[in-house]
């Protein structure tokens, strides 16, 4: 007899060298003792739970800053925070909204779950994956560190210039901005660097390309998209950064340049990025979905083409956002058709969502009932964006709270409720925890009456001509009602995130009930292990032969005695994380590649990145050379070949 | 390509089929600076199209010499880099290593032709946006020459250590494919700098 399992009801071992081999695994692949061995952790599962908790921090933060600010607009002539805060508070909120929550909660989905649907051990640089979380933590912490030093960017998550050049911004305000993002935005490219090889060279064996699930595809989409779109926003900040510090001239009409380059440059990163954190979203949604209607998503095909097609046509949309700052017609109207265009294979995913429930036997638990969420407010979001892609139509509510109501319908649609979602569907794979139905339907009940009440009385007051960022209106304007049912569902949603997280608290304490490992019945082979996954993903090598491995019956676990490489990594004989790479279309197998575990040179580099911008942000030249010494030291020692 | 090149790769099944990891990372990293790249050239072709005089009245054109002599330097380096790589591939590991000495001479000389431009250009980078642009693309150019030199170092001083061999040159390889993208950050910066149509 075999001492393994032959299908994908649970991967245990069935003899005592199997249960040896599955204690061996556990050793080698747990983390290493004490505080630095928590410290070094590089696995993808250490690595995407720390980013999806520290997002989720970030989220709450971001999120008392918006009450802040509604309570401050609730009634007119208000002085609840002043003029200078509220700049701050809208900068900081979009800016905490964007680059430290959506992308790397999405992020953090992506690099725990992708090798687990993928069949694969780990990521396939997993010391780059720890440095992206730190850079991001860096950045992140960087960028509300100016706060304490009461200089929090000011000037919209956008940085506009010439606001934000040197003589109309002279404080460290925008130094922080720039430079805490410049830092985000290296962690989101290393990440998308690790997702796209992952997605071709660690599946599973038999997973071929057209096999693998909708989550992945929509990573890998979204990672190539940040591979185009991130690197000209870092050029961007890094020629404002020069402008502000050294009085180069690239914004400074006076001096030759053209402040709308800003604009194009931001836009060329800042339109992608709105699809970069929705298809990954988008890509959780398929995968509750399918659960949910226990079938498979309708169109999976057209879907897949969708998410590729809008991820290349969303390249072609910057413009859009440009309309008022005299742009030819003709061009203006040759974006307005792109923007159009997009809507199609919008279009195709919602019909596919609403065809795969029309068809499915639905299970309405808290999961799918944001999806449905996501799916009338994407829906919405989309509408508007229609609307706002045509240029007149835009040159009447350009800057005004219409926009607001338009991007919260899609972000909030698009990426939150997806995110949230997400958190009960993926709960018992990350922790092992399951949140209880009861509150997960009033949070999501609270959180869809609050989002409605609190962002569609702002299209009225968009066309009612109240504009963007200010910080009071004088009474007798007509927006006095709607600003206050607008805070009013602020205050609901706030309650709504504050059950969810009490749910998520309460799913972790310790007489909670622990999850089984496929509590739902899933269709991809993440559900094959146990909840949540050890720290070997899989003890022995998934074979995949359709993208429902779960429910097709005959994908298998590889069989040890007739393949090498897959007793190989069974049997931990060479006390080395190792893990199979295959080709990248058909997913054979080709080698076996051996894998770091534990490092603290990408929490060093990071420090050393810190100490320059720290060196830079104070023209202190003693620290940017430290700082830069210490990066060429870290960097080497890294890459030394056998130093971990 | 033969994953062999990796100490930690190993074949299955009758002959690797794929790149390794490693060169899987460093062209996506070429993607992204190249995108980078692309980025800021297209950020200068811009630049340039606003301006009614180029160079500006009063602004004298850069040495071509310096630009010409770094942009040969980095192309011979580039080509001894990938030079080492065959000879190590064909068991020369020792006239690999030779050559790869070479290669960082050539790459150091073409970064003390850069920092040359630099120091001696004839005006200031705050004084129009033709010397912002000439500043960032040399500064940008060597900046990279500077880290393929030390890439080059490194590999030159793993060489010594007989860490890479005939059997075992991932690093090497990964040197050879980073030089493209630096070779062409360098003839990007001598196009923006020279090759503009004066107006």
């Known amino acids: 007899m075999s001492d393994q399992p032959q299908t994908f009801q649970g991967d245990q071992p069935h003899s005592p060298q199997g249960v040896a081999d599955r204690e061996a695994l556990d050793q080698l692949w747990d983390q290493q003792p004490g505080f630095t061995g928590w410290l070094g952790q590089c696995n993808h599962k250490a690595v995407g739970r720390r980013y999806i908790f520290t997002a989720f921090v970030f989220m709450l933060v971001g999120g008392a800053m918006a009450m802040l600010m509604r309570t401050q607009l609730a009634v007119p002539d208000n002085d609840f925070v002043g003029a200078e805060t509220f700049n701050q508070l809208f900068t900081m909120h979009g800016s905490i909204m964007m680059f430290l929550f959506v992308v790397p909660m999405l992020k953090g989905f992506l690099i725990y779950f992708m090798p687990l649907m993928l069949g694969a051990r780990d990521m396939p640089m997993p010391r780059l994956n720890a440095f992206g979380y730190w850079a991001f933590l860096g950045g992140g912490l960087f960028l509300l560190s100016s706060f304490l030093f009461g200089a929090a960017p000011d000037s919209g998550w956008f940085a506009y210039v010439p606001l934000t050049r040197q003589e109309f911004n002279p404080g460290l305000n925008l130094d922080f901005w720039l430079l805490g993002v410049v830092m985000i935005e290296i962690s989101g490219i290393v990440g998308a660097i690790e997702v796209v090889v992952l997605f071709f060279r660690f599946r599973a064996p038999g997973m071929t390309i057209s096999r693998v699930p909708i989550f992945a595809w929509s990573g890998m989409v979204a990672s190539a998209m940040i591979l185009f779109a991130f690197p000209p926003l870092v ?6 950064e020069l402008d502000r510090k050294i009085g180069t001239a690239f914004y400074d009409a006076a001096g030759g340049g053209d402040p709308l380059l800003w604009q194009h440059l931001f836009w060329w990163f800042g339109h992608p990025e709105v699809y970069i954190q929705l298809i990954p979203a988008l890509g959780i949604a398929a995968a509750i979905t399918s659960v949910a209607c226990r079938r498979r998503m309708a169109a999976r095909t057209p879907v897949i083409a969708s998410v590729v097609a809008i991820g290349i046509l969303s390249f072609g949309l910057w413009v859009h956002h440009m309309y008022a700052v005299g742009i030819e017609l003709l061009s203006t109207s040759l974006f307005t058709a792109a923007s159009f265009m997009i809507a199609i294979p919008s279009g195709v995913i919602v019909m596919a969502f609403i065809a ?12 799918m009932l944001y999806v449905i969420g996501f799916i009338v407010i994407f829906v919405l979001g989309g509408i508007t964006g229609v609307m706002v892609a045509i240029v007149p139509f835009d040159w009447q509510v350009h800057d005004t709270y219409f926009i607001v109501a338009h991007m919260h319908y899609v972000m909030v649609g698009g990426s939150l409720f997806p995110i949230l979602g997400g958190f009960h569907h993926f709960l018992p794979k990350l922790t092992g925890a399951m949140m209880t139905e009861g509150l997960g339907k009033w949070a999501f009940a609270l959180n869809f009456i609050g989002f409605n009440l609190a962002f569609f009385p702002q299209h009225i007051l968009g066309m009612f001509g109240m504009t963007r960022r200010i910080w009071t209106y004088e009474e007798g304007l007509g927006w006095e009602g709607l600003n206050l049912a607008s805070t009013a569902g602020s205050y609901i949603m706030g309650i709504g995130i504050l059950l969810f997280t009490i749910n998520l608290l309460l799913a972790h304490r310790r007489s909670a009930p622990r999850a089984p490992a496929d509590p739902w019945g899933g269709d991809t082979i993440e559900w094959a292990t146990d909840s949540p996954a050890p720290n070997f993903n899989y ?3 998934p074979v995949v032969e359709s993208p429902e491995p779960m429910w097709d019956g005959r994908s298998r676990f590889a069989e040890a005695g007739t393949e090498g490489w897959a007793e190989r990594l069974d049997q931990p004989r060479r006390g080395v ?26 929490l060093f580099l990071t420090i050393a990145i810190m100490v320059f911008l720290v ?17 060429v030291g870290c960097a080497a020692a890294w890459l030394w070949p056998g130093v971990e | 390509m033969s994953t062999r090149i990796s100490r ?10 794929g790149a390794p990891i490693g060169v899987w990372g460093i062209w996506m990293t070429i993607v992204v600076l190249g995108t980078a790249l692309a980025g800021l050239v297209v950020s200068g072709v811009y630049l340039y199209w606003g301006q009614d005089e180029w160079p500006p009245a009063g602004f004298e054109a850069p040495v071509l010499t310096r630009g010409a002599l770094a942009l040969a330097l980095s192309v011979g380096a580039g080509a001894l880099v990938v030079a080492a790589l065959r ?6 590991e020792r006239a690999a290593g030779h050559i790869l000495l070479g290669a960082l001479l050539a790459a150091t000389g073409c970064l003390a032709f850069l920092v040359l431009d630099l120091v001696q250009a004839p005006w200031h980078w705050d004084e129009h946006v033709y010397a912002s642009l000439f500043y960032v693309f040399v500064g940008y150019a060597a900046t990279f020459v500077a880290v393929s030199a030390l890439m080059i170092a490194a590999v030159l001083v ?10 075992r040159h991932l690093e090497l390889k990964v040197t050879a494919i980073f030089w493209i993208h630096t070779i062409a950050t360098v003839v990007a910066a001598f196009a923006m700098v020279h090759l503009l149509p004066h107006r």
């Open chain 1, 539 to 541: 003890q022995y090598v």
């Open chain 2, 8 to 17: 930690t790769a190993f074949p299955v099944r009758g002959g690797p089929q």
């Open chain 2, 87 to 92: 000879t190590m591939r064909a068991g020369g």
């Open chain 1, 577 to 602: 994380r190792e893990n199979i790479a295959t080709t990248g279309l058909d997913a054979e197998p080709d080698h076996v590649i051996a894998l770091p575990g534990h490092s603290l040179w990408p």
């Open chain 1, 235 to 240: 050029i961007g900040t890094l020629l404002l």
């Open chain 1, 615 to 631: 060196g830079v942000l104070l023209d202190a030249v003693g620290l940017i050379g430290i700082g830069l010494v210490a990066c």
């Open chain 2, 158 to 167: 793993q060489r010594v250590a007989g860490m890479i061999d005939t059997g």
């Open chain 1, 356 to 367: 795969t429930m029309w068809w499915g036997r639905i299970r309405f638990d808290s999961s």
